[in-house]
């Protein structure tokens, strides 16, 4: 029996300080997600793109903190907003919400959204750990704080996004992190965040860390939120990303834990920060395809 599922693109650079991801929808879908994803018999619905505003509309500083600096901080909320709307319907609605961004920032809306009537345990497929704070930012970016917005750390404590409904720190890991900054750095030893770096891939293997990670989402949860920034991986397997580090899990390693990932109760799933231009002929598109469907059930045999 096929199962439902609705792409939802959301076309927004807002929480970057690079032009591009807002095409990452665009690509991942001229990439074929919709035929990979028929193919594994699910009944695919492509809900189009949710509005944007575009950077030269908005206004970078329209909303500042009382401390510190969240560019577009109005333009991201609201997006966020209508995006958990959207992610919360598709659920109601009992299809599975694939999002396709877009920089990460959008990931407080899906989970958001995921999270609105459900215990929701979340794994972080990243280069950095997004877990900066208005204050604690050095660039003033969004797509650096998403995570932090969903536990409400620091300023986004008292704030109308932060934290998520049903998100626990114990709930939550990080996996491949090779990025943080210092004080981000700290913040994170002082939660119950789970903390899984390049060198515990490197020390312990991409299949233990990935189900130790995918234990504790799923502890007393009622499904798991996948959120894969592509910059997760080695930069000379993904290329067209908008913040690449290197030193990222190979191309097997990635497909390894999304095919442990399909073995679980995952309750929505997004692929972020795909920027086409600085890719080369849509290969990391493409490959944002392939994980994803390894995420949603292919295997090889």
Not at 55 to 80: H, Q
Not at 240 to 246: E, H, M
Request: hydrophobic share 40%; aromatic share 4%; glycine share 10%.
């Amino acid at each position: 029996m096929s199962r439902s599922l609705r792409l939802i693109g959301v076309p927004m650079d807002l929480g970057a300080d690079r032009r591009g991801v807002d095409m990452g929808p665009s690509a991942i879908r001229y990439a074929g997600i919709s035929q990979a994803l028929a193919d594994l018999d699910y009944d695919c619905t492509d809900d189009g793109d949710l509005p944007v505003v575009h950077p030269e509309v908005g206004d970078p500083d329209s909303a500042a903190p009382s401390t510190g600096r969240a560019k577009y901080l109005d333009e991201v909320r609201d997006l966020c907003t209508r995006l958990s709307d959207e992610v919360a319907d598709v659920l109601d609605e009992g299809s599975f919400p694939l999002v396709l961004g877009g920089d990460h920032s959008i990931a407080i809306g899906t989970v958001g959204g995921a999270a609105r009537d459900a215990d929701l345990g979340v794994v972080w497929f990243d280069a950095h750990g997004d877990f900066n704070t208005p204050a604690t930012t050095p660039s003033g970016n969004i797509h650096g704080m998403p995570l932090a917005a969903l536990l409400g750390e620091g300023e986004f404590a008292d704030s109308e996004w932060g934290p998520a409904p049903n998100v626990s720190e114990e709930n939550v890991a990080l996996v491949g992190i090779r990025s943080l900054d210092d004080a981000e750095r700290e913040a994170l030893r002082d939660t119950d965040v789970t903390v899984f770096t390049m060198s515990d891939i490197d020390r312990r293997g991409i299949t233990a860390v990935t189900e130790e990670a995918l234990d504790v989402a799923s502890d007393g949860t009622d499904g798991i939120h996948v959120s894969l920034d592509l910059d997760w991986l080695d930069p000379d397997e993904a290329p067209g990303v908008g913040t690449p580090v290197r030193g990222g899990v190979t191309y097997r390693e990635a497909h390894a834990a999304m095919e442990l990932v399909a073995d679980r109760d995952v309750r929505s799933m997004e692929a972020v920060e795909v920027n086409p231009i600085l890719d080369q002929h849509n290969r990391t598109a493409e490959l944002a395809v392939e994980l994803c469907a390894s995420a949603l059930g292919k295997s090889i045999y």
